[in-house]
């Protein structure tokens, strides 16, 4: 992509709406703006990232072995009224109603739909297991909608089904997903901590919400220091292997992890006070067991092998894409701007043509924006006329993880400056090496 003909509107000052820096950053470099209350469009670089974002959790999911659909955003009230939540869900929820008068929904979550689909279909315990997952717009009315895209109104979200013919085969479902979210987080550049969630009257501990540590997360977490060095579960890891996965959660749930609403302070005071961790923390994903909450009222129903109908188990799973945009930049900035995970970067690398016109300059960024293209990553670069200074300071606020930068003197020598936006460190190659080094570490 040139720069010249990429919708970017950097904002010079610092919007004043913003109250966290990922809202703020999010805001100056382009990528969202507001709408209307907690409502959000995505400009060309945030949907860049956020497809990347998207691109990771869909693959983790599918390696789990779950089966992606797409459900509606517009419900019928119906569903709702069997499952008996249309009036407990209260004014979080949007309601419309149809030309006909009809009582609908815009989806605040899926359960009672993708346990319609279930009904509809499944009738033998032999397509068991089965996950259903979309990641799709939600809606809900949050009396406080603030701080960007990581509490809006409209998000999207990454939500998961499981159903199952019993109670442990559900809990097999749930370590599947409980690796997955681990996975995931890990490839986002994220450490996400699985916490003790509150599960209602539903009972036991299958329920969690995965934390990342950010000063300015809503969450107060308390946890042991030892999670910090707990290892993800690899890319081989088999997902129907039921010992496996056990010692996976088994592991990960092993040392003291809440959030304020679960923490038990005798439990906490308990650790040695240096491996003692409490922070302020964000909800980035939340997976939940609830039996046969929906399957009973809604009647969802399968042939067990001894020939008797069994209400199926179930449990549901989510994740906050636009949410974790807004996480990582918390997570991944510095006092310049954005610094992304190489593998969420809008681009793999930003060129910097110093003097466009020069003939030096020009011929430099063309060849190196070629060969990265042809090796099949994806740079930008900046044909703007801009002066120096203003475009280091974009490259050094959209965070892509490299910058080439191509002076007229360098280029005329046949070289160009790389540095690294992470590190801040600089190196001066050739063009051949540049373009080596880019299209090898790939
Ligand atoms: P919170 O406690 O932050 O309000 P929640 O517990 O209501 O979230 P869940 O129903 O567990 O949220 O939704 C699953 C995931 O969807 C959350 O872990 C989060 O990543 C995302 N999410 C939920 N609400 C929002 C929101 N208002 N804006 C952005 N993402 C959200
Ligand atoms: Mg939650």
New binding site residues.
């Given amino acids: 992509m040139r720069l010249s003909r990429f919708f970017m509107p950097i904002l010079k000052e610092n919007p004043k709406e913003a109250e966290i820096v990922s809202h703020r950053l999010m805001l100056r470099a382009g990528m969202i703006r507001q709408q209307s209350a ?1 409502i959000y469009s995505w400009l060309p670089l945030g949907k860049r990232v956020l497809d990347k974002v998207n691109a990771i959790i869909r693959e983790e999911q599918d390696r789990s072995g779950a089966n992606e659909i797409l459900m509606p955003t517009i419900q019928s009230a119906d569903l709702w009224m069997e499952s008996g939540r249309y009036n407990d869900y209260g004014k979080e929820m949007l309601r419309i109603r149809d030309r006909q008068e009809r009582p609908m929904l815009f989806g605040p ?1 899926n359960e009672e739909m993708v346990t319609d689909i279930f009904r509809g279909y499944v009738k033998s315990y032999k397509n068991l297991p089965l996950n259903l997952y979309h990641i799709q717009w ?1 809606f ?1 009315d ?1 009396v406080r ?1 603030r701080f960007g ?5 409209e ?1 999207l ?1 990454k ?1 998961a089904y499981s159903f199952d013919l019993t109670r442990e085969g559900a809990i097999h479902s749930y370590n599947k997903m409980f690796a997955a979210y681990l996975r995931t987080f890990h490839r986002l550049g994220l450490r996400a901590i699985p916490m003790r969630a509150d599960t209602g009257p539903i009972g036991g501990n299958h329920s969690h ?2 934390i990342i540590f950010a000063d300015t997360g ?1 969450s107060e977490v308390f946890c042991h220091k030892d999670f910090v060095h707990f290892d993800i579960p690899a890319a081989d890891t088999d997902f129907d292997d039921v010992a496996g996965l056990q010692s996976i959660f088994d592991r990960w749930t092993s040392v003291y992890a809440a959030t304020s609403e679960m923490h038990d302070a005798a439990a906490f005071d308990a650790i040695p006070e240096g491996d003692r961790l409490s922070a302020r923390g964000i ?4 997976i ?1 067991y609830f039996g046969t909450k929906y399957s009973e009222p809604m009647g969802a129903k399968v042939l067990g092998p001894d020939g008797k109908e069994h209400i199926v188990h179930m449990g549901s799973y ?3 894409p ?3 945009v807004p996480a990582i930049i918390e997570a991944s900035h510095d006092e310049t701007g954005i610094i992304w995970p190489a593998s969420v970067a809008p681009f793999d690398a930003v060129l910097i043509n110093m003097k466009p016109g020069d003939a030096a300059c020009d011929s430099t960024c063309d060849r190196l924006y070629a060969a990265l293209r042809a090796a099949g990553l994806d740079p930008l670069l900046d044909d703007t006329d801009d002066r120096a200074g203003a475009k280091f300071a974009t490259a050094d606020l959209i965070g892509v993880p490299v910058q080439v930068i191509a002076g007229p003197r360098s280029a005329a020598n046949g070289e160009v400056e790389l540095k690294d936006r992470r590190t801040g460190a600089r190196e001066t190659l050739t063009l051949e090496a540049a373009i080596n080094k880019l299209t090898s570490a790939r």
Avoid: A, C, Q, Y
């Fill in positions: 907690g979550t939600k809900r949050e909608p895209t990581m509490r809006s109104r998000f979200m939500d919400e995965f809503e909800e980035v994903g939340h939940f989510g994740i906050g636009t949410r974790l």
